[in-house]
């Protein structure tokens, strides 16, 4: 694939591009990837330069690994050196532990570790082979809206603004989305606040297989070890506590990760490889996902917390979800919210159960003698083990953990 070059200023003829996608990471680059497959004239707007970091578990769990396989782009991930995690360590607050055993739950599954710097430069190639043009440092700043439909965007691009149309806009646009805010969609939830810190270091040890999440009383931190030698070690606090520390953000960091003892013994001789990136609060959601000339796709849409881990996996398969329903509502001339809200409910359907399984374990986080008590039944319950793994990896329904069955087995004695 192609390096995505930058492109002359567009015209603003309505009729140049059929969708505007704002934002380039994984929601958004497979959106128009898809978009551009199907043969529509797509155009992917971002205001940073590509390849760049980004604060993210840079985790892709074993469905979003499948969904990179279905982009046709998994071999060249593995090939950047992404790491296969075949399961994850979940250490809790007393001492208990829990593997979630993707492989044993399903044959040859496993979660990848790939710093975001490579991803979605990849992923952003991908969208350039298949004919969507990319404007970098093209920074969003409102959107146009005309008779109650979105018809394009305001950027600032060299410095110049610029008024870019097209009967559809994709906000991808992450955590802080112009598009959702714009909008008025924006409805953060009340709980949990928090925010997450994030830096690479390299040496770390005692990492192969899995990564490893290590729950503490005052919050919790997740390895993942992603390519060249590198781990992705973040730490996850209440965002009131963040705002409110007494000193620099590095000490604060340094020091909720050496609170955790396993965390620090493998970090020990370990060096950090540039800054700390942070994001926070974290949770959030949009009123809607669609409407009149748009549609939300990844954390643009909705995030709630990185502990399950399915933020890149959720954008992916956000953008296998709205291609299809785009792509029919441009061929029929009609990107109504009527035409478009088969997205919402393919949504819901995606995502609804899951979110539930999300909010479950944020209860469990939060209460750690519950943590430490369902761990060790997991732990002796294999069976339960590995379903739960399944519903964690996305690769088995949410309702198995759900279901009152497996919540009686999981918590009584």
């Not at 591009?17 to 958004?28: D, F, L, Q, T």
């Not at 350039?128 to 600032?156: P, Q």
């Not at 609060?281 to 995030?303: C, E, K, Q, Y």
Request: net charge positive.
């Amino acid at each position: 694939m192609s390096t995505p070059q930058r492109r002359p200023l567009p015209a603003t003829r309505p009729s140049d591009y059929e969708a505007i996608v704002v934002g380039a990471g994984p929601g958004g680059s497979a959106t128009a990837a898809l978009l551009a497959d199907a043969g529509h004239r797509v155009l992917v707007l971002d205001k940073a330069g590509f390849p760049r970091h980004k604060a993210c578990s840079e985790y892709v769990n074993p469905e979003g690994a499948r969904l990179l396989r279905d982009l046709e782009v998994e071999e060249e991930a593995l090939a950047l050196g992404a790491h296969r995690m075949a399961a994850m360590l979940i250490h809790t607050p007393g001492g208990g532990r829990f593997l979630a055993d993707f492989a044993e739950a399903e044959v040859g599954r496993a979660a990848l570790g790939l710093s975001r710097h490579k991803l979605d430069h990849l992923l952003l190639r991908r969208a350039t082979a298949a004919g969507a043009e990319v404007m970098e440092r093209a920074h969003v700043r409102d959107v146009l809206v005309e008779r109650g439909s979105v018809v394009g965007v305001a950027a600032t691009i060299d410095g110049a603004r610029a008024e870019l149309r097209a009967p559809l806009v994709v906000g991808a646009d992450g955590h802080h989305s112009v598009v959702s805010r714009a909008l008025g969609l924006d409805a953060a939830p009340p709980w949990p606040r928090k925010t997450g810190l994030v830096a690479h270091y390299r040496g770390v040890t005692g990492l192969d297989a899995w990564g490893e999440m290590h729950v503490g009383r005052h919050g919790y931190a997740g390895l993942a070890p992603l390519e060249d030698g590198l781990t992705n070690v973040a730490f996850v606090a209440d965002a009131a506590v963040v705002s409110g520390r007494d000193g620099p953000l590095e000490r604060f960091f340094e020091g909720g990760l050496a609170r955790l003892p396993a965390v620090a013994t493998k970090l020990a001789g370990a060096e950090r490889v540039g800054g700390i990136r942070g994001v926070g609060p974290m949770a959030r959601r949009a009123r809607r996902t669609a409407g009149d000339g748009f549609l939300l796709v990844g954390d643009a849409a909705s995030f709630l917390d990185p502990f399950t881990g399915e933020g890149i996996y959720e954008a992916l398969r956000a953008a296998h979800l709205a291609a299809p329903v785009a792509s029919a509502a441009l061929r029929a001339g009609d990107v109504s919210a009527a035409t478009l809200t088969p997205y919402r409910a393919a949504r819901r359907r995606a995502f609804f159960a899951k979110r539930q399984v999300c909010w479950l374990v944020q209860g469990f986080v939060h209460a750690p003698a519950l943590l430490d008590y369902a761990a060790a039944r997991l732990d002796r319950r294999p069976a339960l083990g590995r379903t739960l793994a399944g519903v964690l990896g996305d690769f088995r329904p949410a309702q198995q953990a759900l279901s009152p069955v497996f919540l009686a087995r999981l918590l009584r004695p």
